[in-house]
């Protein structure tokens, strides 16, 4: 079996070539190789003659507050260069694996403390899901052989290079600098650890799971202020934390105050704290 990883070189990119099984041929791309929104380009690399059983995509544009700022942008990557790769897949009969978010929900089943299950509608209350989620519908719309692949607040030992690193080395760091952290304590998700993700959407391909929409995250979930308080206890660092509404921090996208996603479809990850010690193991320790 031949894979194309679409970001290889971001922190899930990383994990899927770490955690590869043996018997697949990864071939790996990044942004300097091509970019999904170059259609020229994506033909070339995905249906220019090569045999590719399966595309993963991890290519996002996912700074959440930029793509409020840059909506174009924030289309042009994940819905028309989506599109792109759809087209592609559909010539050469590819399979495609694409990575999605979270924040496709609203964040309205915070009062039941319901997570929300991959048969749930989408309502996303900010530029970053909306564009994401029309993503989705592309890929449902024009395409037969597809995974989608919902997960959320994803961290790894390569940290994500378009965000400048990962919440626990943010944690990690301005605690060792003896900053102190006043942490939101009233919006809750799942902290998932990509290595884990990675192995999750193996399982997925590997074991040729029915086409259609999956999440794939750890399980349980906790708000980032829970999740900072854990991640220094693993490392060991004690530091001054303090639990803040999320109204002290202003944004300029509004963020779904619940987003815990649940899975009646048979591949979870374990708790997340869990996935957290691993984590601090391969990058602190």
């Keep these: ?86 087209d592609a897949c559909a010539l050469s009969g590819t399979v495609l694996v694409h990575i999605s978010t979270d924040y496709v929900f609203d964040g309205k089943k915070l009062e039941s403390r319901e997570p929300y299950f991959e048969d749930d509608a989408p309502n996303p209350i900010n530029i970053y899901g909306i564009s994401k989620y029309a993503g989705e519908i592309i890929i449902r719309n024009y395409l037969e052989k597809y995974y989608i692949v919902r997960s959320s607040s994803l961290y790894g030992v390569a940290g994500a290079s378009g965000k400048g690193g990962n919440f626990p080395y943010t944690i990690l760091k301005k605690a060792k600098a003896g900053e102190p952290l006043r942490i939101i304590d009233d919006i809750f998700m799942v902290p998932t650890h990509t290595y884990d993700l990675a192995e999750g959407i193996w399982k997925l391909i590997m074991n040729s799971f029915p086409y259609g929409i999956y999440h794939i ?69």
């Design 1 to 86: 079996m031949r894979v194309a990883v679409i970001g290889s070189n971001g922190q899930l990119g990383q994990d899927l070539l770490k955690t590869a099984p043996a018997e697949v041929e990864v071939i790996p791309f990044t942004r300097k190789d091509f970019d999904i929104t170059d259609r020229a380009k994506v033909f070339e690399n995905l249906a220019g003659g090569r045999t590719i059983d399966v595309v993963i995509n991890t290519a996002a544009f996912h700074k959440t507050d930029a793509c409020e700022e840059e909506p174009d942008k924030a289309f042009l990557v994940n819905s028309a260069g989506v599109k792109n790769l759809v």
């Design 217 to 285: 995250t750890h399980t349980g979930y906790c708000s980032w202020y829970e999740f900072a308080k854990k991640i220094l206890e693993y490392a060991g660092i004690k530091a001054d934390i303090e639990p803040v509404e999320y109204t002290e921090f202003p944004t300029r996208a509004k963020r779904p105050l619940w987003s815990v996603l649940g899975t009646k479809k048979g591949i979870d990850l374990g708790p997340w704290e869990e996935g957290l010690g691993k984590f601090i193991e391969r990058a602190v320790r």
